[in-house]
């Protein structure tokens, strides 16, 4: 129909073909396939008739779009979860085979937390007869199950958000479950309800042996640029307690824009890499956002690592690598740019920028790119060196009026390192994900480009920066 907003269509990142969809859910690899559940609407474009969505992915770029999954039933709507291989059968559900099992949020009269296993690839599924799993104990919020294997303790363990706490349960079998331990009352931000929990442990500076657990936490609202926001926590887990190394008031961001909420990652990864992928929305006004026939939109997939710092140890993410693949028409570029100009215009709608400044020798007080422009309109993504910090400004994007807190201008800390500004700079259509560095400093921001606002370019203000590399790419998917 005239009103579908094609142009807003990401062409990498995922989109449902229509209706209502937030948080990824079920996460889980398997047998060749990276599966995608999704919270989705099929009826409708608001949010409703909570049920997972579908798709299917053999590089995390191309999707296969697949039926609904799991749809509401008597114990409720199908909220968020997760999706587990169960290797040995510690279930019993699948006859000694692998299978996959789901553990999600049953929300009716309360909030439980069931079970459905899937014995055909995850092309269909049985919920589990003896539901919930973990039946409504008194608390109003009370979900979003995710849950891993625990080799040092040999059994499963699951991390639920319970109020603004993570509950944390073991089980043998993903039927039987006892409460482990509680983490939050004295850590953290706690503007909002604690929403999808993820525990995982990772290396740092890719070095095993100094490995720390990460548990994210999801916080509507809260977040740091205004309603929904990710923050994260470094412990040590030891198979029941996760204990925090920050002191109770330091709170880390997982990303510093408005558009990345609830982001969880893959199970069973089969090289190691833990990865993830975010709703790119926020509740502030994700029912106001101006697609059609779709409402709602996933990020690039990205990849995690845990990163030295001038700071301490930082959560870092760069786009997945697979990215790279459908990069077309590459054009590089290296000089000096100043307020009379830099490198050559780029026209296009979804562009991948990989770029070096030399912060020695700057005089520029800041400097970066302007995107989505024409002679009104642009996204100005930048680096502000007196402040030393990153920053994504949508105040002209192009439509603003989608709410009050839309036109905003969101910053992310970011000490210089080694004298190199590092930016990479993921555009589709009608978002912009800016990674800083290694990807210890990212904002990922929704715009919706006024037509004809196709134009990348470079600036500066107040003097002039050295590019000692620049490339930018299409993205064909
Ligand atoms: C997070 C969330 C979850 C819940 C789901 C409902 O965005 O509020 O806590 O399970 O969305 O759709």
């Given at each position: 129909s005239a009103s579908e907003t094609s142009q807003w269509r990401p062409s990498v990142c995922f989109t449902p073909e229509r209706n209502w969809m937030n948080d990824p859910n079920g996460m889980v690899y398997f047998k060749g396939e990276y599966h995608l559940f999704f919270q989705h609407n099929p009826y409708g474009d608001q949010w409703g008739n909570m049920s997972w969505?579908?798709?299917v992915s053999t590089d995390l770029v191309h999707w296969k779009h697949l039926p609904v999954a799991l749809e509401p039933d008597e114990l409720g709507d199908i909220f968020s979860g997760c999706a587990v291989v169960d290797h040995h059968d510690t279930s019993g559900l699948f006859g000694g085979r692998p299978g996959l099992v789901a553990l999600y949020t049953s929300a009716g009269d309360t909030q439980q937390q069931s079970l459905a296993y899937s014995s055909d690839r995850g092309r269909s599924?049985?919920?589990?007869?003896?539901?919930?799993?973990?039946?409504?104990?008194?608390?109003?919020?009370?979900?979003?199950?995710?849950?891993?294997?625990?080799?040092?303790?040999?059994?499963?363990?699951?991390?639920?958000?319970?109020?603004?706490?993570?509950?944390?349960?073991?089980?043998?079998?993903?039927?039987?479950?006892?409460?482990?331990?509680?983490?939050?009352?004295?850590?953290?931000?706690?503007?909002?309800?604690?929403?999808?929990?993820?525990?995982?442990?990772?290396?740092v500076d890719g070095d095993d042996r100094r490995g720390k657990w990460v548990l994210i936490v999801s916080i509507n609202p809260g977040g740091p640029a205004g309603g929904?926001?990710?923050?994260?926590?470094?412990?040590?887990?030891?198979?029941?307690?996760?204990?925090?190394?920050?002191?109770?008031?330091?709170?880390?961001?997982?990303?510093e824009g408005a558009d990345f909420y609830a982001a969880v990652s893959w199970s069973d990864v089969p090289d190691g890499r833990r990865l993830w992928l975010g709703w790119m929305s926020n509740w502030s006004y994700a029912a106001d956002v101006p697609t059609s026939p779709w409402r709602g939109g996933m990020s690039a997939p990205r990849e995690l690592e845990l990163v030295s710092t001038a700071a301490g140890t930082r959560l870092a993410q760069q786009p997945v690598t697979e990215l790279e693949r459908v990069r077309r028409n590459r054009r590089a570029w290296s000089g000096t740019v100043s307020e009379q100009g830099g490198a050559p215009n780029t026209e296009g709608t979804a562009l991948d920028v990989v770029a070096e400044f030399q912060l020695a020798g700057a005089t520029a007080t800041s400097f970066g790119f302007d995107v989505f422009a024409n002679d009104s309109y642009r996204t100005r993504i930048g680096y502000d060196v007196?402040?030393?910090?990153?920053?994504?400004?949508?105040?002209?994007?192009?439509?603003?009026?989608?709410?009050?807190?839309?036109?905003?201008?969101?910053?992310?800390?970011?000490?210089?390192?080694?004298?190199?500004?590092?930016?990479?700079?993921?555009?589709?259509?009608?978002?912009?994900?800016?990674?800083?560095?290694?990807?210890?400093?990212?904002?990922?921001?929704?715009?919706?480009?006024?037509?004809?606002?196709?134009?990348?370019?470079?600036?500066?203000?107040?003097?002039?920066?050295?590019?000692?590399?620049?490339?930018?790419?299409?993205?064909?998917?």
């Open positions: 969505g579908h798709a599924w049985t919920k589990y007869s003896g539901n919930p799993v973990i039946p409504n104990s008194g608390e109003a919020d009370f979900r979003d199950p995710k849950v891993f294997w625990h080799a040092a303790t040999n059994r499963w363990v699951m991390s639920l958000a319970v109020g603004d706490r993570i509950r944390f349960y073991g089980s043998p079998n993903l039927l039987q479950w006892e409460q482990l331990s509680e983490f939050g009352a004295n850590h953290g931000a706690h503007g909002g309800v604690w929403e999808c929990p993820d525990l995982f442990r990772l290396p929904s926001g990710m923050q994260y926590f470094l412990g040590d887990f030891d198979g029941t307690t996760f204990t925090p190394d920050a002191a109770p008031d330091d709170v880390l961001w997982a990303d007196t402040r030393q910090e990153l920053f994504v400004d949508r105040r002209s994007s192009g439509r603003t009026t989608v709410h009050s807190s839309f036109p905003a201008r969101h910053t992310v800390p970011l000490p210089p390192t080694d004298g190199v500004l590092r930016l990479r700079i993921v555009l589709d259509r009608a978002n912009v994900q800016v990674f800083g560095d290694r990807g210890q400093a990212v904002i990922t921001d929704l715009v919706f480009p006024d037509d004809g606002s196709t134009r990348a370019s470079t600036f500066a203000i107040g003097g002039e920066v050295t590019v000692q590399a620049l490339e930018v790419f299409d993205l064909d998917a």
